[in-house]
């Protein structure tokens, strides 16, 4: 390898490629914001108090997961095609989240209830009597995939117009 190769190689990324100039990238992250906001306002409304657990917690509607890397591969599509590899990879990925989401993670989470419920009733002499219970709330219904993947597809293409718009 030659000297110039390896001065090229080491020189810090242009400003351009960054991770802020990165479209997939900040559609993906925008969309699990976005999600992750709409709970946290939708809990507000419910609840009548501020839940900021809803901003980094899982489960609820929309579907934060489901939002993220549908964002990610339409940006990829957008981007890139929907004939490359890349593409293929995002895809595959969005639904390998998504099918976790409302199959393994939801169903784990409806056997915390049955566990916790197992706990509250032990007697209180028990060892397991006083331990914490376990989360519940840990996959998505199939709408709140839905809701989550629409919400991501939306994102994406807002972000791809706004890009346009100012540049």
Same mark, same amino acid.
């Given at each position: 390898m030659d000297a110039d190769a390896t001065t090229k190689t080491s020189l810090p990324a242009s400003p351009s490629s960054s991770a802020f100039s990165n479209y997939p990238l900040a559609s993906a992250l925008i969309a699990f914001a976005v999600a992750q906001f709409i709970k946290f306002l939708t809990s507000w409304y419910k609840e009548k108090k501020w839940d900021l657990k809803q901003l980094v917690g899982s489960g609820g509607m929309p579907s934060s997961h489901s939002s993220t890397v549908s964002a990610l591969a339409v940006a /990829?599509?957008?981007?890139?095609?929907?004939?490359?590899?890349?593409?293929? /990879?995002?895809?595959?990925?969005?639904?390998?989240?998504?099918?976790?989401?409302?199959?393994?993670?939801?169903?784990?989470?409806?056997?915390?209830?049955?566990?916790?419920?197992?706990?509250?009733?032990?007697?209180?002499?028990?060892?397991?009597?006083e331990s914490r219970p376990l989360?519940?709330?840990?996959?998505?219904?199939?709408?709140?995939v839905v809701a989550g993947c629409f919400l991501g597809i939306v994102t994406a293409v807002v972000v791809h117009l706004v890009i346009i718009v100012f540049t």
């Open positions: /990829v599509c957008i981007k890139e095609g929907s004939g490359g590899s890349l593409f293929a /990879v995002a895809l595959i990925f969005a639904s390998v989240v998504m099918y976790d989401a409302s199959g393994v993670r939801l169903h784990a989470g409806r056997q915390a209830e049955v566990l916790n419920q197992i706990v509250y009733e032990l007697p209180a002499e028990h060892p397991l009597s989360r519940e709330l840990l996959g998505h219904t199939p709408t709140q």
